[in-house]
Nanobody, 117 residues
Framework: QVQLVESGGGLVQPGESLRLDCAAS????????MGWYRQAPGKQRELVAT???????DYPDSVKGRFTISRDNTKNTVSLQMPNLKPEDTAVYYC???????????WGLGTQVTVSS
């Protein structure tokens, strides 16, 4: 079955960094667009970063220039580098895989990121 397993979350202080990883199994990884989303308490889930099969990336203004998404098709992983974290980055971060045109979309269970002094 399809599994997306996130890791790397934790509690950090403002200004510190985290790297999130998502390991995918059960899918032909390199044909899927991958992404990271987050959901803070009381808020809707929001897009953090996406990366296409060709490696093109996109970010919302809230994290553009600060977060970096990357993928390794040899290891079936997608990562999110998050330097200079802010308290407003606190959320559960979810890994997402989408196969455009086929209606296939999968989600991981999420990993908690807490930024607090």
């Amino acid at each position: 079955q399809v599994q997306l397993v996130e890791s790397g979350g934790g509690l950090v202080q403002p200004g510190e960094s985290l790297r999130l990883d998502c390991a995918a199994s059960g899918i032909i990884f390199y044909i899927y667009g991958m992404g990271w989303y987050r959901q803070a308490p009381g808020k809707q889930r929001e897009l953090v970063a996406t990366i296409t099969t060709g490696g093109a990336t996109d970010y919302p203004d809230s994290v553009k220039g600060r977060f970096t998404i990357s993928r390794d098709n040899t290891k079936n992983t997608v990562s999110l580098q998050m330097p200079n974290l802010k308290p407003e980055d606190t959320a559960v971060y979810y890994c997402n895989a989408v196969l455009e045109g086929y209606g296939l979309e999968y989600w991981g269970l999420g990993t908690q990121v807490t930024v607090s002094s």
